[in-house]
């Protein structure tokens, strides 16, 4: 899947089909997977069918399927490799307001 163009409930519902699917090769229940995990049989079952979970529940799920690893590569700072998109970096900053000492002194 694409998640380029994906919504976030279709990303959240194929993540949550990623991980029943490992799961399944673990041949693990839901109900041993969400006792290794330390959360409800049901946040395991709405992860996967829904893909609704907590941030920590998903990743205590995952640390118990053993995929730890897999995370460590997520929202890292990607590098500005073009002129582009430094200029685009630039803008974004965030701009300060001006003082009202300055503002009143523009005025005077």
Known sequence: MDFTFASHQEICAELGLR???????QALTQKDLAERAGVAPGTVKNLEGKGIASLE?????VMALGLADELAGLFELQLTTSIAQLERAQLAERKRAPSKTRQAKKHA
């Not at 529940?57 to 799920?61: D, F, G, H, L, V």
């Open 19 to 25: 991980l029943k699917r490992q799961r399944l090769v």
């Open 57 to 61: 529940s998903t990743i205590r799920i």
